[in-house]
């Protein structure tokens, strides 16, 4: 089993519809990323919380320290959204875990 | 916003020859500097781990000899992937880690696509 899970690998949506992908971890956590990386490969940082939730734009993040999880959530998506997205749990200063990522795909 | 740039984008070359991996954090000073590696995919796994002015340290597994690491300033770090072969053919991303406007966190490269034939 890896140390951070997430669900669903897979997921296609229609435009407008609201998204969740949800993170799970084994691990004792300082904090959590969430990455979006396009097709081409480059990696962007949404967000890094550590606890509650946190909010830019239509993508909004959650954390619950006590159950060790974590929700990605997208309102309103839109084709310009899919892409691959990553957790990663940050284990004490420095070593990220990651998850597999799950592949969103946004249909018009 | 903090931005951090990798040269080239991309590369191919041939089996035997040296390659080099720029990474540049652009408008901050990265006191660690993170070199990973994605396969098609698969999510990224470190390499390993720079700080400013001393020796990287290496993941289990990943030979040091082979991926040079130099971090030689708190702006910049390089990977050389020595006598490349196409199994080194991967995607390698960087990180740095850095305190731009005081917030203590991890910005990504948006990586580079070695081809080796």
């Known amino acids: 089993k890896n140390e951070v899970e997430q669900s669903p690998q897979n997921l296609t949506a229609q435009e407008g519809e609201f998204i969740t992908i949800n993170c799970s971890y084994s691990v004792g956590i300082s904090a959590l990323h969430w990455l979006q990386q396009h097709p081409g490969g480059g990696i962007v940082s949404l967000f890094m919380?550590?606890?509650g939730k946190k909010k830019h734009g239509r993508l909004i993040a959650t954390i619950n320290i006590q159950e060790k999880h974590s929700s990605l959530h997208i309102t309103a998506s839109h084709p310009r959204d899919s892409a691959v997205y990553i957790c990663a749990a940050l284990q004490g200063a420095q070593k990220l875990v990651f998850g597999q990522g799950t592949r969103l795909t946004i249909n018009p | 916003g903090a931005v951090v740039s990798q040269h080239p984008s991309w590369v191919i070359c041939k089996s035997g020859t040296s390659v080099k991996i720029e990474c540049r954090s652009l408008d901050f000073q990265a006191t660690t500097m993170f070199w990973y590696r994605q396969f098609p995919k698969q999510s990224l796994m470190l390499m390993a781990t720079s700080n400013e002015g001393s020796k990287a340290t290496y993941e289990q597994g990943v030979e040091k000899d082979k991926f040079l690491i130099n971090h030689a300033s708190l702006t910049l770090s390089t990977l050389t992937v020595t006598s490349a072969h196409p199994e080194d053919s991967s995607f390698y991303i960087c990180?740095?880690?850095?305190?731009?406007?005081?917030?203590?966190?991890?910005?990504f490269g948006p990586g580079t696509r070695l081809t080796v034939l």
């Open positions: 990180s740095a880690r850095g305190t731009p406007r005081g917030t203590d966190t991890q910005y």
């Open positions: 919380l550590s606890s």
